[in-house]
Nanobody
Framework: QVQLRESGGGIVQAGGSLRLSCIAS????????MGWFRQVPGQTREWVGC????????YYADSVEDRFTISRNNANNTLFLQMNKLQPEETAMYYC?????????????????????WGQGTQVTVSS
């Protein structure tokens, strides 16, 4: 059974930084492309970015490009999201996702949620 457990969320002031982590189990982590999404209540889930199996290729949503960085440690089955210069409108639940065999690409933004495995999320609140 695939389990993805996010941590690292919290409250931060505008302009601040947070680092999210996601520990994966029950899957061949090094063989799966991984990514992050976020969701505000009442809105659709938004793709943030994804990373390929080796970590050598990454794609990001335009809104977070140059501020967010996705990385992974395959030895520890862990995915990371470093978020800098956070803004209040980025307050959301952040989800770790396994794309299984989906190639990491900006197309993840349009993929059906059923194609991914999901964690429970970690709340990020950015105060103004």
């Amino acid at each position: 059974q695939v389990q993805l457990r996010e941590s690292g969320g919290g409250i931060v002031q505008a302009g601040g930084s947070l680092r999210l982590s996601c520990i994966a189990s029950g899957l061949p982590f090094e063989s799966h492309r991984m990514g992050w999404f976020r969701q505000v209540p009442g809105q659709t889930r938004e793709w943030v970015g994804c990373i390929d199996r080796s970590g050598g290729m990454r794609y990001y949503a335009d809104s977070v490009e140059d501020r967010f960085t996705i990385s992974r440690n395959n030895a520890n089955n862990t995915l990371f999201l470093q978020m800098n210069k956070l803004q209040p409108e980025e307050t959301a639940m952040y989800y770790c996702a396994s794309g299984r065999e989906l190639v990491c690409s900006p197309g993840w933004a349009r993929r059906a949620p059923i194609l991914f495995d999901w964690g429970q999320g970690t709340q990020v609140t950015v105060s103004s």
